[in-house]
């Protein structure tokens, strides 16, 4: 029964990846996520529900249109894989508990973000108000301790943000303090502390390697919004073991 539940929740992420895909893609571009129907972006031929089945068809098709032959980028086969992987392991990291509400929730507007900060270098406000509502009315079902931390994380991830793009003269775009601030309401002040050193941590990694191979150029903008998926996730299934051992070493 277990392994059927989970797969059936891995299923369910196959799912809501590619509806994610589509969110992300068409909301920064003001674009409806129901009509009209998927398209090739290169050929606008309408896909037919065969080429729709999330990560199967791609890997059916080899990375490429069945009309014109052109590549298919892979980032949408892999954000579907991922947020089945994601809906599938929560409950093993979590448990089945109401906190798994925030964290399906927190998959979602990761997910979201990673797709839309990667193509478009833009993080939407929708997106944004519609998930600071969700972790809202998820922190009253699922409350923090004390009560008050999503506020105090809310205010905080805001200005905390604000006060480093200040500083930094722009080195980081508005809404990617909009998006602290939501992210504040799920993990408190204190564990976006811990977000935001893993999400400059990976960001920063990857900036160097990409200056040393040369696929990055200096000064060059870096969406920083899959860096902070990325924090956000480990840092919300992982965060207590890690500080646990960082504490442990010293």
């Known amino acids: 029964m277990g392994v059927l539940l989970h797969g059936y929740l891995f299923l369910i992420g196959l799912v809501l990846g590619s509806f994610y895909n589509v969110v992300?893609?068409?909301?920064?571009?003001?674009?409806?996520?129901v009509t009209p129907r998927s398209s090739c972006p290169t050929c606008a031929r309408k896909l037919s529900p065969y080429e729709l089945v999330p990560v199967f068809s791609y890997l059916f098709q080899?990375?490429?249109c069945r009309g014109c032959s052109s590549s298919i980028s892979?980032?949408?086969?892999?954000?579907?894989?991922?947020?089945?992987?994601?809906f599938a392991t929560a409950p093993f990291l979590v448990g089945w508990s109401k906190e798994l509400l925030i964290s399906y929730?927190?998959?979602s507007l990761v997910v979201i973000i990673f797709v839309s900060d990667t193509i478009y270098m833009l993080i939407p406000d929708h997106i944004l108000i519609f998930f600071a509502g969700y972790f809202v009315l998820g922190r009253i079902i699922v409350p923090m301790d004390p009560w008050y931390s999503p506020l105090i994380g809310a205010v905080g991830g805001f200005l905390?943000?604000?006060?480093?793009?200040?500083?930094?003269k722009g080195g980081m775009g508005g809404g990617d303090i909009k998006l602290f601030a939501v992210l504040g309401i799920v993990f408190g002040f204190q564990e976006l502390i811990i977000v935001?050193?893993?999400?400059?941590?990976?960001g920063t990694i990857i900036g160097v390697t990409g200056i040393v191979i040369g696929k990055v150029k200096r000064k060059q903008?870096?969406?920083f919004g899959p860096f902070v998926a990325l924090g956000s996730l480990i840092t919300y299934f992982y965060g207590d073991q890690l500080l646990q051992l960082y504490l442990n070493f010293l």
């Open 74 to 86: 892979p980032i949408y086969a892999l954000v579907e894989f991922v947020t089945a992987l994601l």
């Open 105 to 107: 929730g927190l998959i």
């Open 24 to 33: 992300g893609l068409r909301v920064p571009v003001k674009q409806s996520i």
């Open 160 to 168: 905390f943000l604000l006060l480093i793009v200040v500083v930094s």
């Open 62 to 64: 080899r990375g490429k």
């Open 221 to 223: 903008y870096i969406p």
């Open 196 to 202: 935001f050193f893993f999400s400059t941590l990976f």
